[in-house]
Nanobody, 123 residues
Framework: QVQLVESGGGSVQAGGSLRLSCAASGRTFSSYGMGWFRQAPGKEREFVAAITPSGSNTYYADSVKGRFTISRDNAKNTVYLQMNSLKPEDTAVYSC????????????????WGQGTQVTVSS
């Protein structure tokens, strides 16, 4: 069982930055691929970024490529999402998730989910 708790959300103006953190419980964090997803009001949850268990490979949605960076610290059981050059369309609830699949951009491949943290970007 893995429990995930996100933090770092908030309100920012367009062009600003935020860093999200996701703290995981359990001793097996380093064996899970981790992902970030987001859900805007009235829209389906969508993939944002993923990172392999060792952190050696990362994957991004086209909409955030070049602006967001996913990273992890296995010693701290934490995964991060650095978000730069934020746009109003990035406004959403951001959730972190864990998968036994190594990595994936598919929601159903993820086994554990956090509660989410709100990110609001104003123009």
């Amino acid at each position: 069982q893995v429990q995930l708790v996100e933090s770092g959300g908030g309100s920012v103006q367009a062009g600003g930055s935020l860093r999200l953190s996701c703290a995981a419980s359990g001793r097996t964090f380093s064996s899970y691929g981790m992902g970030w997803f987001r859900q805007a009001p009235g829209k389906e949850r969508e993939f944002v970024a993923a990172i392999t268990p060792s952190g050696s490979n990362t994957y991004y949605a086209d909409s955030v490529k070049g602006r967001f960076t996913i990273s992890r610290d296995n010693a701290k059981n934490t995964v991060y999402l650095q978000m730069n050059s934020l746009k109003p369309e990035d406004t959403a609830v951001y959730s972190c998730s864990a998968t036994r699949a190594g990595y994936s951009w598919v929601r159903r491949d993820y086994n554990y989910w956090g509660q989410g943290t709100q990110v609001t970007v104003s123009s």
